[in-house]
T-cell receptor
Framework: DGGITQSPKYLFRKEGQNVTLSCEQNLNHDAMYWYRQDPGQGLRLIYYSQIVNDFQKGDIAEGYSVSREKKESFPLTVTSAQKNPTAFYLC??????????FGNGTRLTVT | AQKVTQAQTEISVVEKEDVTLDCVYETRDTTYYLFWYKQPPSGELVFLIRRNSFDEQNEISGRYSWNFQKSTSSFNFTITASQVVDSAVYFCALSGLGGGSNYKLTFGKGTLLTVNP
């Protein structure tokens, strides 16, 4: 079955550690996105990528980094520079000019 | 800048009631897309509808209907005869058409709908 896989579902880290969230899609979509969701808030765009080896900052990119070395994969690294990293992270992908498909999300807790 | 406002933070209804979720948007773009997504407790966002700004015709899909009014910058979502399975957070979102780019969605804060048996 085609889809977007985010792993792990729950992730715990100590403050000061970098952590990488995985996002893989087998839908052959060109574009991929990372959103952050906080309780009672909408989703905010962190980074997006329209093609391999290219990505752009979204609205809240500070403290995050991404790579897009393969079409299928768009990992997100939450660095120690991110002041409030605890959140629910959603990855999405889409073909050109089509609605986004979302993964099941990773809930990151940093203590 | 784009903005989406969902003024209703939480709505609670009894099964079989009709319920309308409000969405008001702001954009300087002359052409744009509007979306509704559903987020059940499992967490993933499920796409419900996309409407482009050219088309103000209302749409009905089963128990779901959408009312797009450009004059009031609103894109409201009605669930008729609600069911317990409709309980979820519902997000309204907006995107410019942006030339050859894919969508950068601006989301509202969501409305938590609880349908009680």
């Amino acid at each position: 079955d085609g889809g977007i896989t985010q792993s792990p579902k729950y992730l715990f880290r100590k403050e000061g550690q970098n952590v990488t969230l995985s996002c893989e899609q087998n839908l052959n979509h060109d574009a991929m996105y990372w959103y952050r969701q906080d309780p009672g808030q909408g989703l905010r765009l962190i980074y997006y990528s329209q093609i391999v080896n290219d990505f752009q900052k979204g609205d809240i990119a500070e403290g995050y980094s991404v790579s897009r070395e393969k079409k299928e994969s768009f990992p997100l690294t939450v660095t120690s520079a991110q002041k409030n990293p605890t959140a629910f992270y959603l990855c999405a992908s889409s073909p050109k000019r089509s609605p986004l498909h979302f993964g099941n999300g990773t809930r990151l807790t940093v203590t | 800048a784009q903005k989406v406002t969902q003024a209703q933070t939480e709505i609670s209804v009894v099964e079989k009631e009709d319920v309308t979720l409000d969405c008001v948007y702001e954009t300087r773009d002359t052409t744009y897309y509007l979306f509704w997504y559903k987020q059940p407790p499992s967490g993933e966002l499920v796409f419900l509808i996309r409407r482009n700004s050219f088309d103000e015709q209302n749409e009905i899909s089963g128990r779901y209907s959408w009312n797009f009014q450009k004059s009031t910058s609103s894109f409201n979502f009605t669930i008729t005869a609600s069911q317990v399975v409709d309980s979820a957070v519902y997000f309204c979102a907006l995107s410019g058409l942006g030339g050859g780019s894919n969508y950068k969605l601006t989301f509202g804060k969501g409305t938590l709908l609880t349908v009680n048996p």
